[in-house]
């Protein structure tokens, strides 16, 4: 099993960003992904289903499952890709009214065939990274816009 952790401080209110980060339409065609829809169950509830369509660092299907969602806390979910089960934690937290703390952490079980000839793990990882690294910027350029009334 390998595992991963980092934090992201966002300046932007725990409010808006996570109202952001559980927008999938606004997701969909942007950062990693090609298409992202739930494909069970009613959005953000436990149990509930996700299919992602990424479409860099590879193309690739993530099945995702819903196992807790706290809204503006915690969203746990267990993804399944390329014949790897991922078990990601993200926790949100205000640091001030400005600026939120995200915490990611994501467990990874399995292998994926040599038939990519690369590893996998460090691609994960790294594309979870961007995925929050977008997030913070677009939320911060959000916060800059509604700062200076540009809605």
């Not at 400005?98 to 994501?106: D, P």
Request: proline share 3%; aromatic share 10%.
């Amino acid at each position: 099993m390998q595992s991963f952790e980092f934090q992201v401080v966002v300046n932007s209110p725990l409010e808006k960003v996570f109202a952001l980060y559980t927008d999938i339409e606004w997701w969909r065609n942007r950062s990693i992904f090609a298409d992202i829809r739930w494909t069970h169950g009613e959005p953000w509830t436990e149990g509930s289903r996700l299919r992602i369509e990424s479409r860099k660092p590879i193309r690739a299907s993530v099945d995702q499952v819903l196992l807790e969602f706290r809204p503006r806390e915690s969203v746990v979910y267990i993804s399944h890709v390329l014949g790897m089960t991922c078990e990601t934690r993200i926790k949100f937290a205000a640091a001030s009214a400005a600026q939120t703390v995200i915490q990611v952490r994501m467990q990874l079980l399995g292998t994926v065939s040599r038939v990519l000839g690369f590893a996998i793990e460090p691609v994960i990882e790294k594309s979870t990274r961007e995925f929050f690294e977008d997030l913070r910027r677009e939320s911060e350029d959000a916060a800059r816009r509604a700062a200076s009334g540009g809605g």
